[in-house]
């Protein structure tokens, strides 16, 4: 039984930001988990199934991680990631643009933890103030006005803090469980860009070091993009970071009809019995299952390092796990800012990979840095 990665695997997860582990997830274990999805009833949540979450609870997963980022709670829930075959389709996505247009297998590049609103299914005239007060007026709570209690339709708070100063939920570790086989391309495969976690985790950093703020609405990310196709798209990632992505790809973008540029992802490939590994920052994508024979079928488990926050338990399917599932207020004890220690998570990714430290300070500094003092704020 494997329980840890190898000094080159580390070297591959600190400058990948992701790694792919062949097989450590046992037969038993995967056979059980497809026979429970297959048994599930109508309208059933599978998220708090037990067969699901030993996926990482029983398997070589748990001693992995451990080793490599710290104690973490053990996940209680999954996000159970089915996508359905399909083929091109006309509706607007949350980018503002028809699914059919998109790129790379119709792909919704973006930073995780993000307030995501229902995205308009016809376009939307007004200013970008008007659009802005539409949009978030049409979250699950009405129109409240511009508040932290605002929250998506996808249940992430507008701001995750009273003064909204962070916008972006976080924790330290995706891991991804896949049930079928994922070998071929357009199968519906979550997608990354390697290398990206640094890009952005470097734009976090200079939000903060010029204002103080952290994610949409901070410095050089505005929250919605007028420009797109239904005049109301979401910016999930902001134009420097994804001008800095399509800087790393050796082949030209391919683009949406208006002329736009997207960054490329890079599907994970695998099968059954493997697992992925990201860090949180890595920007990344669903895509469109077109030429799979069945639904693509990712367990996904979002994984807190237990430093951060020891009093709270973390359930393995929020990312926001600093608010309640649907943006409730958390108590926290005197003199603990989750906050301030979510701002430095943000910006010092690897300090919650307590395995990590000895790659990461025999690696950094032969990376060449990420200046972003041009955009402007």
Known sequence: ?????????????????????????SDELVS?????????????SLAPAEELTDLVNRSSVTP???????????????HVGVTKQSQPADYFTPLGYRE??????????????????TPPQERWEGTPEEIYQRMIAAGPKGDIGRTADVIGSNTDPLFQDPDMTLSVGSFSAFVIVPLNDQMADGVGQTAVVPGGHRVLEAFYRWQFETAGKVGPEGPGWPR????????????????????????????????????????????IKMEPGDVAITIFQMPHTGTRNQFGT????????????????????????????????????????????????????????????????????????????????????
């Open 1 to 25: 039984m494997v329980t840890k990665l190898t000094l080159e695997q580390k070297k591959q997860l600190f400058h990948d930001g992701y790694i792919v582990l062949k097989g450590v997830v």
């Open 32 to 44: 059980t988990a497809q026979a429970r999805i297959k048994a599930a009833k109508r309208g059933e």
């Open 64 to 78: 992995i991680l451990t080793e490599a980022m710290g104690t973490f709670d053990p996940p209680s829930m999954v």
């Open 100 to 117: 059919k247009d998109l790129p790379y297998f119709g792909h919704g590049m973006h930073a995780e933890g993000l307030c995501t609103m």
């Open 224 to 267: 919605f993009d007028t420009n797109a196709e239904n005049g109301a798209g979401h910016v999930y990632l902001p134009d420097a970071v994804q001008e800095k992505l399509m800087e790393m790809d050796s082949e030209t973008p391919e683009t949406t009809p208006d002329g736009r540029p997207w960054p490329r992802p890079t599907p």
């Open 294 to 377: 069945e639904s693509r079928k990712n367990m996904i488990y979002r994984i807190r390092n237990k430093r951060r926050q020891p009093n709270h338990v973390v359930t393995g399917v929020s990312d926001h796990p600093d608010r309640g599932a649907f943006g409730e207020w958390l108590e926290y004890e005197e003199g603990n800012d989750p906050w301030a220690r979510s701002k430095h998570a943000l910006t010092h990714m690897w300090d919650e990979w307590e395995g990590m430290q000895d790659v990461v300070a025999g690696e950094t500094p032969n990376l060449d840095p990420i200046d972003f003092s041009h955009v402007q704020h």
